[in-house]
């Protein structure tokens, strides 16, 4: 399959996806998924001790994924790991044949399975980008030289509908100079909004992927409205998915991502969409389906 690298470039719409490594050393559900994603999708993001929970580390997970015959994108977090370890971790998946990575700040510890952990952020995700840079031209964080050098596509996330806007927009300037050449954004429901934030991003030579969570539940719509920063899901929507049939809300959410998708590409709003299935792993398909 072609690279992700050589898909954003070609491609006029790409699709990436997300697999979450699990909670303990049985691989069996997450190989399925690997399997089930890996030659509809353009990349395949691997999670980083995702909300704070310990898990099977992403660097692991993407070499499962190349030994598949997938391309996956590596999370790295800057909660978990210094310096020395972060530029550890980007030259050990280098080796490994991993191509791309996302830089992230990451969660914070009191949100996850073991609140008692001493977070590190040593660097921030601008910071982790301009290490990526740097090693990417054969120097490391001190100013050395290296044995040969990396060579990642490196992208970061940007919330474009946060409010107010104006931090996210001087946070994604930052991440364009550090060397983000793609954006995977957090959860877009609003799309007129979305289509105010692309007529800024578009000034930038980067491509932006459109956050697509599936929604399970008007219960789960809710839940984020209240208590995840940055992300509105339309009472509309809503409302949508509370007059479902029972046990069949997620239907419905699989049409109303369907839907947004097919709009993205039509209209050419943006470049792709990034599916985050949350535990639905399965359903990435009839998600794709949904959006023909």
């Given at each position: 399959m072609?690279?992700?690298?050589?898909?954003?470039q070609?491609k006029?719409?790409?699709?990436?996806?997300?697999?979450?490594?699990?909670?303990?050393?049985?691989?069996?559900?997450?190989?399925h998924?690997?399997?089930?994603?890996?030659?509809?999708?353009?990349?395949?993001?691997?999670?980083?001790?995702?909300?704070?929970?310990?898990?099977?580390?992403?660097?692991?997970v993407?070499?499962?994924?190349?030994?598949?015959?997938?391309?996956?994108?590596?999370?790295?977090t800057?909660?978990?790991?210094?310096?020395?370890?972060?530029?550890?971790?980007?030259?050990?998946?280098?080796?490994?044949?991993?191509?791309?990575?996302?830089?992230?700040?990451?969660?914070?510890?009191?949100?996850?399975?073991?609140p008692?952990?001493?977070?590190?952020?040593?660097?921030?995700?601008?910071?982790?980008?301009?290490?990526?840079?740097l090693?990417?031209?054969?120097?490391?964080?001190?100013?050395?030289?290296m044995?040969?050098?990396?060579?990642?596509?490196?992208?970061?996330?940007?919330?474009?509908?946060?409010?107010?806007?104006?931090?996210?927009?001087?946070?994604?300037?930052?991440?364009?100079?550090?060397?983000?050449?793609?954006?995977?954004?957090?959860?877009?429901?609003?799309?007129?909004?979305?289509?105010?934030?692309?007529?800024?991003?578009?000034?930038?030579?980067?491509?932006?992927?459109?956050?697509?969570?599936?929604?399970?539940?008007?219960?789960?719509?809710?839940?984020?409205?209240?208590?995840?920063?940055?992300?509105?899901?339309?009472?509309?929507?809503?409302?949508?998915?509370?007059?479902?049939e029972?046990?069949?809300?997620?239907?419905?959410?699989?049409?109303?991502?369907?839907?947004?998708?097919?709009?993205?590409?039509?209209?050419?709003?943006?470049?792709?969409?990034?599916?985050?299935?949350?535990?639905?792993?399965?359903?990435?398909?009839?998600?794709?389906?949904?959006?023909?």
């Open positions: 072609a690279s992700f690298a050589e898909a954003l070609s006029p719409f790409v699709v990436t996806a997300e697999v979450g490594p699990p909670k303990g050393t049985d691989v069996s559900r997450l190989l998924h690997i399997d089930l994603l890996k030659d509809k999708v353009d990349g395949l993001n691997v999670t980083d001790n995702q909300s704070s929970v310990m898990r099977i580390s992403s660097l692991a993407c070499r499962l994924i190349l030994d598949r015959g997938g391309e996956p994108i590596l999370q790295l800057c909660r978990d790991r210094n310096r020395l370890g972060l530029q550890s971790e980007l030259l050990s998946a280098w080796v490994l044949g991993v191509r791309n990575v996302l830089c992230l700040t990451g969660d914070y510890v009191s949100v996850g399975d073991h008692q952990a001493k977070p590190v952020f040593d660097l921030d995700s601008v910071q982790l980008l301009q290490t990526v840079e090693l990417n031209n054969n120097k490391d964080l001190a100013g050395h030289d044995q040969g050098a990396t060579g990642f596509l490196a992208g970061a996330v940007v919330t474009p509908e946060a409010d107010p806007i104006e931090p996210q927009l001087i946070k994604f300037e930052k991440k364009v100079a550090a060397g983000a050449k793609f954006f995977q954004t957090q959860a877009v429901y609003d799309l007129e909004k979305f289509k105010r934030f692309m007529d800024y991003a578009r000034r930038f030579p980067v491509k932006v992927l459109a956050g697509i969570v599936l929604l399970v539940s008007a219960g789960m719509a809710r839940y984020m409205n209240n208590n995840v920063p940055g992300i509105f899901v339309p009472e509309r929507l809503i409302e949508e998915l509370a007059k479902a029972k046990g069949k809300a997620i239907e419905v959410g699989i049409g109303i991502a369907g839907r947004m998708i097919r709009q993205l590409r039509q209209e050419q709003i943006c470049d792709g969409v990034h599916i985050m299935a949350i535990g639905k792993e399965e359903r990435v398909p009839d998600i794709l389906a949904a959006a023909q």
